[in-house]
């Protein structure tokens, strides 16, 4: 399944880099939990784990490659995209499209998730 949500952002943000590096916006797309080790979070200790398989840039965009799995579920294998959109220079929306199956149909589906990802424009129209 796939989702496009919308926000809208204050003039002042530009460009992703306004949200900060592209690994650091990745972070935000992993579990968070209360580790003080470092260590993040694992299916033993908190019953949820993100890892993050790659990332890249597409179109100006930040674009990530990744699986969540969650104690007694199956694994699931997710695509995202960031983009700002701007008008006249400014930020106008922050766009954020996600794909997502289990991970044992990714193999057959990655092909049109990449084309999903490449179809995206940050055109305003």
Known sequence: ??????QPL????????SFGTQQLVGNSLMPQCADRSGGGCTLEGYGIEGKML???TLK???????TI????????HLR???AVQTEEGRG????TLTAQCYESKYAGLKPMFQK??????TSLK
């Open 1 to 6: 399944n796939g989702v496009l949500p919308f």
């Open 10 to 17: 204050a003039a002042d943000y530009t460009s992703l880099g």
């Open 54 to 56: 790659g990332t890249d």
């Open 60 to 66: 100006g965009a930040y674009t990530y490659d990744y």
């Open 69 to 76: 799995q969650q104690t007694g579920k199956a694994p699931r």
């Open 80 to 82: 995202t995209l960031f």
């Open 92 to 95: 106008r929306r922050l766009v």
């Open 116 to 121: 999903v990802l490449e179809s995206y424009s």
